[in-house]
């Protein structure tokens, strides 16, 4: 079966720090990754998505960037955080195809003081 | 482009009570259409899915949804809610022809004893 694994669960850390969130997913091959955040009382703002190595497509611009360097990972990333990069973070995959429904893992709270 | 609309950003109830929550969508072609909770930090889970054949879909957890095309709904419903179904939920929305989803802003269910 299909795994995913997202960490850390909590981060804290100063404004003007570099971040680094890492997703990966087991049990599958050439998912469709994703990274969503999710701030105090919204919904889901989707920030990018890949359907395949390196292939990184930008929903919003921002302060922050993703990569995939392998078929599995997808890494999301920021030079310098800002206060309003605070939020609930979490990464999705689904299988590629038209069916595809997403599976979430269990989300990064980070919190940019 | 697709939207999904959440009438209701939160519904208390009492427990052992009947529950809807209302989602309305907008597309341009035809969709799946998903229901998904979420516990308190914690990862979103599927809750159920139309994808086609009957309107009304069984999910997880005693829920179902009706797909009403004509009035381009789904609402969710679950005629008895325990304590344990405090949590949000999002209704969302995958066109056919891609891999694009889209969520509603998320309605909190709190059940109270």
């Known amino acids: 079966s299909q795994t995913i694994h997202q960490w850390p669960a909590t981060l804290v850390q100063p404004v003007g720090s570099p971040l680094s969130l890492e997703c990966t997913v087991e049990g599958t091959s050439n998912p469709n990754l994703y990274w969503y955040r999710q701030a105090a009382g919204r919904g889901l703002q989707l920030l990018f998505y890949s359907v395949g190595i390196g292939q990184i497509s930008s929903e919003v611009p921002q302060n922050l960037s993703a990569s995939r360097p392998q078929d599995r990972q997808f890494i999301l990333s920021s030079k310098k955080l800002l206060l309003s990069d605070s939020g609930f973070y979490l990464c999705?995959?689904?299988?590629?195809?038209?069916?595809?429904?997403?599976?979430f893992g269990a989300g990064t709270r980070l919190s940019v003081l | 482009a697709q939207s999904v609309t959440q009438l209701d950003s939160q519904v208390p109830v009492f427990e052992e009570a009947p529950v809807e929550l209302r989602c309305n969508y907008s597309s341009s072609v035809s969709v799946y259409l998903f229901w998904y909770v979420q516990y308190p930090n914690q990862g979103l889970q599927l809750l159920l899915k139309y994808l086609s054949g009957s309107t009304l879909v069984k999910g997880i957890n005693g829920f179902e949804a009706e797909f009403n095309k004509s009035q381009t709904s789904f609402h969710l419903r679950k005629p008895s809610v325990h304590i344990s179904d405090t949590a949000e939920y999002f209704c969302?929305?995958?066109?056919?022809?891609?891999?694009?989803?889209?969520f509603g802003a998320g309605t909190r269910l709190t059940v109270k004893p």
């Open positions: 969302a929305v995958s066109p056919y022809n891609n891999n694009d989803m889209r």
């Open positions: 999705a995959w689904a299988h590629g195809g038209r069916r595809n429904i997403q599976y």
